[in-house]
């Protein structure tokens, strides 16, 4: 049976835990999660595997990133079946703080990434988001002190945003993306597809099929704005309410208006019921 692996909870015994995994000069890899592990997440951690002497995950649900409307309350927690997870893919240590440890009474200093942050995307649905995904990636990164971290391109906007804040702030990190795993019908695995009832599930893949669709058009040498909204019209015939599906340059995430002005990276972002979706691809 593998072994369970180390969990701190307090900053102190988090530091504890790093010089010993640090003592042979082994290089550490993070992998931030908000737990309700699912496969996308263990390919994570196997990228940091692969590159790194040891890897670190956190498992922590971040009020900061969650709207007064969002499912903060409801997200889905999972500590048992998470650890055993990581427990069969070796992980050395679980970086598993509560509320009041990362946000002390007082607490009083935020990050405010722009750049990819304030692309028009993700930020213009829930302009929250990525001050609280950065304030609390920077703690991350300044408690852990990682040389690798391996983010999902699921969300890719954010994997945009902490690779520029970790430059941006020298926090001498190396941020590496790794591939969104995706179920056999092509959704993009994510803690919240357990939301989705059967019929709203059988309808999900849609949002991949509808990008597909659309970024073989554009290949074809239709104009982006034509092949967009033949995606957009199969979403929404599909039912799910349209945030956005746009075709943005894949490094710094400005519009795009042709596949020469590329890298293109297709992002989608759309409702079913109360359950939010967000995917994107390379075209
Ligand atoms: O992608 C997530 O799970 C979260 O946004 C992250 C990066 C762990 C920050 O809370």
Redesign the pocket.
């Known amino acids: 049976m593998p072994r369970n692996p180390m969990v701190a909870r307090t900053v102190p015994a988090l530091r504890r835990a790093l010089e010993g995994l640090r003592a042979r000069k082994a290089s550490v890899a993070l992998v931030?999660?908000?737990g309700a592990l699912h496969d996308g997440h263990v390919s994570l951690v196997r990228q940091a595997r692969k590159r790194a002497g040891k890897v670190v995950v956190?498992i922590?649900?971040?009020p900061t990133?969650f709207a007064p409307t969002e499912d903060f309350g409801s997200y889905p927690r999972t500590w048992k079946a998470d650890l055993e997870k990581l427990a069969a893919e070796r992980v050395e240590l679980i970086w598993h703080p509560d509320v009041k440890t990362m946000y002390p009474e007082g607490f009083a200093t935020r990050i405010s990434p722009e750049g990819p942050a304030v692309a028009g995307l993700e930020d213009r649905f829930r302009p929250h988001?990525f001050g609280?995904?950065a304030t609390?990636?920077g703690k991350?990164f300044t408690q852990v002190r990682p040389d690798i971290a391996v983010?999902?391109e699921?969300?890719f906007q954010?994997l945009r945003v902490?690779t520029q804040m970790a430059r941006d702030l020298d926090l001498g990190v190396r941020v590496i993306g790794s591939k969104t795993v995706r179920e056999r019908d092509g959704l993009a695995m994510s803690?919240r597809n357990v939301y989705l009832s059967a019929e709203q599930r059988r309808v999900a893949p849609t949002l991949h099929k509808a990008m597909k669709a659309s970024a073989a058009r554009i290949r074809a040498g239709e104009e982006i704005a034509a092949a967009l909204a033949a995606g957009e019209e199969m979403i929404r015939s599909a039912g799910f309410a349209l945030d956005y599906l746009e075709a943005r340059h894949a490094e710094t995430l400005a519009p795009i208006a042709s596949l020469g002005e590329g890298p293109i990276r297709m992002l989608v972002a759309a409702k079913l019921g109360t359950t939010r979706l967000i995917d994107n691809i390379g075209v």
């Open positions: 931030p999660t908000m956190s922590f649900v971040n990133q988001f609280g995904v609390v990636v991350l983010f999902g699921k969300d954010q902490v803690s």
